[in-house]
Structure formats: structure tokens, C-alpha cells
């Protein structure tokens, strides 16, 4: 294998004939290489600095790891990796932006990739001494995903009722709550006091970080209560393993909920998120007058712009507006004016 010392190539055996390892130990190298900033700024490579990113990621324990990793192995390493850093500016940004638009990705998700090369340029920068003398601008796309859909009373009644028995809890928390599917997933028995009527969100699974105390109200108790006989495990939301030649066996919920598609459908909802609950949990707050903070600590929204984004208006709500401002004006005839 070879490797680069302050720009100068350096061949040396791994001492194995097996491919796989000699491909995990030059991995290992290159890691090593780049964490003892031996990376010559004229010799780095946007995967030198996506390495850095990774490793920041990891150094700090932060969740999302996992998809910055995927996405750096699904589609930078691939398109851009081996371009010199030196040599990467806006014509490569175009580049890229064309090829994942031809391969039929969205400018949101282009933007997540790009934002891995963006913050490899701002670390390798920083190093000592560093790997890159420039960190060339990389302008956002414009994203327009943002997402509309919410349910009123009689959906949502309807879903309940479509909905597979391991997700009707899971639907109720969301609806009248607006959590977060991944704060959900990780919830567990002991966070839960039905005798308080209160759910404790641990920092550790809150998204920003911050811990937060939620109300169990109306039919949550009921179905709290009716789930918790159903799942006997720690997790609170769990969906149980068809046996085979064993016991069946509780298993906690993916990323993927099994039956949530087909339900919404059967519900006249076809095409509904999850995430969709969220929206309709902070319009319900916002119309039943919780006052925006309490509404923000429930929902878990750390700043009022992203809020009040879920504050979707209904047609209905444009029609009882109307309807206020017609009886308004019927009753104050004498603040027309009429111009002779």
C-alpha cells in the first residue's frame, strides 16, 4: 500500500495477502495520517477531510453519525472523493449538483451531502498545521420540501381505527402530543408515570438535548394503559416477532413503521407521514390557546420560526375568519366611509 507523509508517497506491506485486511489496515493508515495531521495541504482529498467530519462526529458523540458515515460512503466518496482539495471549487460544486439531480436526488438531500464537504473544508482549516489553505464557498440550494399535511378530529378517528394494535398507542402519543417518531421509539416504561399523568422525555433522546416533562390527557391514559399490557418490556413501543420455533419475542420499532402505509390508506390519508401528526399536535395547542412556550416544550421545537411553520391554516379556518369578519362589519356600519 501507499501512503502520503507530508506529501511524500511512502510504500509499505501490510504483511497480509488476505485483500480485505490490507484494505482495513491502508483505511486505518489514512485515519491515522489525517488524525496526526500528516496530510500535506497540496496532497488532501475531500475524503481526507470528510475523514476529519466523520471523526468529529464520533469524537463527540453525536447521533446522527451514522447517516453523515452513509451518505459520505452512498455518494461523496463516490463522485468527489479523490479530487484534490486544492482543486475543489465551484465548477466541481456544479458538478455534483448535476450528477445528483440526474440520479434523481432532491436539492434538500444534495444540500446534506454538501454540508459534509463544507464542514471537512472548516476543519481541515483549523488543524495544526493545516491541510487546506482555503475553504471555498459552497452556496445552498434552495429547498422547497417543506411538507403541508396535518388531520383533523374525524381522520384521526378513522386512522385509529385502520391502524395495526402496535401502532394505535403510538399514533394516539403522536397526535396529541407532536413528538418526534425518534423520541418515541427510544420511550420506555420508566419514563411513563400514569399516576402523575406526566411522560419525562431524557435528555439523551431529546433532540436538543434538553430534558422535558409531557402531560398524558384525554385517551392517552386509556391507551398508555392498554399498551402497557401489551408490551412487557422496557420499551414502551415494541411490535412482537411472529414465532416460528420459539417464543415470539418483543422487538422495539424501526425507522420503518410496518403497517402505517397500508392503514393510512385504508383511512382515506394515503401519502401520510408520521411527521404529519407533529403538525397537526401544534396546530390542535395553537387553536385550544396553550400559550407558545408551554405548546414549544411539549412539542419539542427549540425556536419559534420552525413553530410556527406547523401552525398550518385549514380552509375551515379561512372560512370561520371570514365568517368573524362578515359579522364584524354587519355590526359596525358606522366605520364605513362612504367618499362623495
Known amino acids: 500500500m501507499t501512503v502520503y507523509v507530508r506529501g511524500v508517497p511512502i510504500a509499505e506491506s501490510t504483511g497480509t495477502g488476505d485483500k480485505e485486511k490490507a484494505r482495513e489496515i491502508l483505511a486505518r493508515k489514512v485515519g491515522e495520517s489525517v488524525g496526526g495531521r500528516d496530510v500535506a495541504h497540496d496532497k488532501a482529498t475531500i475524503n481526507d477531510l470528510c475523514e476529519l467530519v466523520l471523526a468529529d462526529y464520533k469524537l463527540r458523540n453525536l447521533r446522527d453519525v451514522r447517516n453523515v458515515q452513509w451518505r459520505y460512503d452512498a455518494h461523496v466518496k463516490r463522485l468527489i472523493g479523490s479530487v484534490r482539495a486544492s482543486r475543489f471549487g465551484a465548477r466541481q460544486v456544479r458538478q455534483y449538483v448535476q450528477t445528483r439531480r440526474a440520479e434523481g436526488a432532491t436539492d434538500s438531500t444534495i444540500n446534506r451531502e454538501l454540508s459534509i464537504v463544507r464542514r471537512g473544508f472548516s476543519l481541515g482549516h483549523r488543524e495544526e498545521p493545516p491541510i487546506v489553505n482555503r475553504v471555498p464557498y459552497i452556496a445552498k440550494l434552495e429547498e422547497d420540501n417543506a411538507r ?61 438535548k434538553r430534558p422535558r416533562t409531557l402531560p398524558i390527557y384525554g385517551e392517552m391514559d386509556h391507551w398508555l394503559r392498554w399498551q402497557r399490557e401489551r408490551c412487557k418490556g422496557e420499551r414502551v413501543f415494541c411490535w412482537t416477532q411472529p414465532a416460528k420455533r420459539v417464543t415470539p419475542k418483543e422487538k422495539p420499532l424501526g425507522s420503518h413503521l410496518k403497517g402505517w402505509a397500508e392503514a393510512c390508506k385504508a383511512a382515506g390519508l394515503p401519502g401520510l407521514h408520521f411527521h ?12 385550544a390557546g396553550i400559550p407558545r412556550k408551554v405548546a414549544m416544550s411539549i412539542s419539542g421545537h427549540s425556536t419559534e420560526a420552525i413553530y410556527r411553520r406547523y401552525d398550518i391554516v385549514s380552509s375551515d379556518d379561512l372560512q370561520s375568519a371570514a365568517k368573524k369578519l362578515a359579522e364584524f362589519h354587519a355590526r359596525k356600519p358606522e366605520l364605513r366611509i362612504v367618499k362623495k
Do not use: T
Not at 153 to 163: T, V
Open 148 to 208: 403541508q399535511g396535518f388531520i383533523d378530529g374525524p381522520q384521526y378517528d378513522r386512522l385509529l381505527a385502520a391502524m395495526p394494535d402496535h401502532l394505535k398507542c403510538l399514533l394516539v402519543v403522536g397526535y396529541h402530543l407532536g413528538n418526534r417518531l425518534g423520541e418515541l421509539r427510544k420511550l420506555i416504561w420508566n419514563q411513563v408515570d400514569l399516576a402523575a399523568a406526566e411522560i419525562r422525555v431524557e435528555k439523551r433522546n431529546a433532540k436538543g
Open 276 to 287: 404529519d401528526l407533529r403538525r397537526s399536535a401544534v396546530r390542535n395547542m395553537e387553536r
